[in-house]
């Protein structure tokens, strides 16, 4: 197989015209997005580059301390992450806590069954764990966030129809059932369209990787497939977990609705 070719920085900047371009476009149209662009673009280079410099240095130890301490940085940025893609925010920070972790928990648990599939020796090697953990927790992020700005929404919305449901005599449960559904099929959405996409329309991005790297193709597909059942399996658990949760929050033991604890969607 063909070895690794490295990238230069004056390769990066040329490819960094591209993004120049879109905002370029984004001047030409009027699209008032070209500064979130270029803090988007300063934003992820910063952040990549701070990480690959973390990731060199906890690989090169032996301690695994310094690996509970990246696992416990990624776990307090995903559940702000989370709470900062909510249009309309529950209300106190054990909400924030319960209706954000679902998606960190799933993918740390959809990890742990992926180290006991690949058995590395050690099983908490970083080179292993860390990698997986932010691919798995990253999707179960962005399920978590679109279940939970559904369901808010949909009850701000749906007030009336929610609170005529209760004054009937359903439960919670009952009342929030078609919007549960609506936020559910909503999170799970776009690993469904990725894993029907994967192969025909694009090479997934770890697949990619691997082929660049000079990994055979076969052996980069099985890794591929794998990954994919379980971003699949992180994203469900955690979207259930969190649409379950805003169902939970955003009723009380009486079964009232309590738009109360949801912010303004100002705020």
């Known amino acids: ?62 301690n695994p301390v310094w690996t509970l301490l990246f696992v416990t940085i990624m776990a307090v940025a995903t559940i702000a992450e989370v709470i900062m893609r909510q249009e309309r925010r529950l209300k106190g920070w054990r909400a924030l806590l319960l209706s954000a972790s679902p998606a960190f928990l799933a993918g740390l648990v959809t990890t742990l069954i992926a180290l006991l599939l690949i058995q590395p020796q050690p099983w908490y090697a970083p080179r292993f764990l860390l990698p997986i953990l932010g691919m798995l927790v990253g999707n179960s992020l ?3 966030a679109l279940v939970l700005d ?25 009342a929030f059932e078609d919007i549960l559904r609506r936020g559910l099929r909503t999170g799970l ?58 169902v939970h929050l955003l009723t009380d033991e009486r079964h009232r609705l309590r738009l109360d604890r949801l912010t303004a969607p100002s705020e």
Do not use: C, W
């Open 1 to 62: 197989m063909t070895a690794y070719i490295p990238l230069s920085v004056i390769e990066l900047a040329l490819a960094s015209i591209l993004v120049v371009a879109n905002g370029m476009i984004s001047v030409a149209y009027g699209l008032r997005l070209e500064r979130s662009l270029a803090v988007a673009s300063l934003r992820m280079v910063l952040q990549l580059g701070i990480v690959a410099l973390a990731l060199k240095f906890i690989f090169a130890q032996t």
């Open 142 to 144: 962005s399920g978590v």
């Open 150 to 174: 559904t369901i808010t929404g949909a009850a701000s919305r749906e007030r009336r129809v929610i609170e005529a449901r209760l004054a009937l005599g359903a439960t919670r449960h009952q």
């Open 189 to 246: 959405m776009p690993v469904l369209n990725g894993m029907a996409a994967a192969g025909i329309v694009s090479l997934p991005g770890m697949m990619t990787g691997q082929i660049l790297a000079g990994v055979d193709p076969v052996e980069a597909a099985k890794y591929q497939i794998m990954i994919m059942f379980l971003i699949a399996g992180a994203t469900a658990i955690g979207v259930v977990a969190g649409g379950f949760a805003a």
